[in-house]
């Protein structure tokens, strides 16, 4: 109770772009108000109604009210059918939101400071995770906590095997206590080989968990043989780099390379946790730091705002929600998720232009950023403040075949994801204009 949970439900529902239904609004709309069915001695029994009926329904979004849990069978469905978060508030501000209400059950401050302190075990044991505003339910219903390693990942719940960066091992004390397959920092690791190796060490049963730590490129390879191995077992990710916290080790996308191009072989498999721990960073060399660097810009931009002032911990949780949320909305990126790609058009052009070795992907979004700007007439300062791009030394017309390739030209145009008031949005570009944001950013 004076939690805020009627504002943040409403809040995550549309950013999640679910349905909300609050269960007090509801009952009081069909029932009358709840006063008087409290005094009438029926609320809860109305109560239990409106919340079983809300629970069956589609997945959505729904605020329960303070003591729903006190019902059984209101608990059993939780248990069963939903995603339970319990949005956390101290007492002191929950009775300052209260008092003078014509809550039932907060009319005395000496028995609400009783109802709390009675309703906290309670909580505890039917919340999955806990929230303080919408991100942090977001992330929750994402699976992803942001905070240190936890103790229970520590001596993970049955067998666990650890794929784990090589480079990470030396640096960090594993998150888990069990077996360690190594694999190389890098694109190394997202091999068929490394996949085979790994497959063929494991010696897991189909109730064991897979725990990745290392950057994207590690989470990626994990996922991708968590997804395949005896079809398909649980996996947690714990990412090390500003890469894979804020991107790669969300949304359920694993992948490795072929020779023939990245990432050409891959399942989406959600990890069952994502465990972001920002004091891992303090360890990453400022190369790695400024390839993560451009996809919290792109985050801020696609966001409308300044993520990237933020200090680490905050920043990384912005980025992550916002991730989050979208891949909630559209977990096999068949739409809403292709705003993500803002920049990444131009950034693949001029990786594929210089053959993939001499344009970090991180230089490369700042540039494909840069272009995405100017062809949504929007200011770039933002993009060169902070990753201050410098135009690459890359074949043209190598970059513009890439392009080309990539994205298919209908009557002459090019499908691009731009950026406008209310975010990122795909639309068609002429090619010319395409063409010449291109050129601005190859030097000659
Ligand atoms: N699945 C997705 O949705 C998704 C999204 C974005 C990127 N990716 C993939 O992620 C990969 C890039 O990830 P990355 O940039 O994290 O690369 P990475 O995993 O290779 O890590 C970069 C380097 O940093 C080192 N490192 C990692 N953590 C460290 C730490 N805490 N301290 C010191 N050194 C550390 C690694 O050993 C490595 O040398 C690409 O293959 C890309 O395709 C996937």
Redesign the pocket.
Known sequence: MGAGKSTLGEEVAERLHRAFLDVDARIEQREGSIPELFEQGVFREVEERVALEALAMPPSVIALGGGAVETPPIREALRARATTILVEVDVETAWQRVSGSDRPLAQDEQEFRELYARRQPLYGEVADARARDADGVVLAAGGVTVSSVPADLVVAHGPAELIA????LE??PAPVAATVLAVP???E??TVATAQRLWRHLRLDRSGTLVAF???????VA?FVAATYLRGIDWVAV???L??QV?????G???INLPEG??LIGAFHWPVRTVIDTA??E???EE?RR??LA?VVKTGLLAGEPLWELPDDELVRRCAAFKTALCLRDPYDRGPRQVLNLGHTFAHALEGGAGYEAVT?GRAVALGLLAALRLSSRPTDAVEEVLAPEPVRVERERAWEALKRDKKSTGGELTLVLLGDEGGFATNVPEADVRRALDELIAD
């Open positions: 960066d090589e480079r990470v640096l960090h920092g890098g694109e690791a997202k290392g950057g994207g490129c590690t989470t990626d996922g990412p090390t780099t890469v894979g991107d790669a080790a969300i949304g996308k694993t992948a990245k990432n891992l960073l360890t990453l060399p790695q390839e993560g996809e992907h």
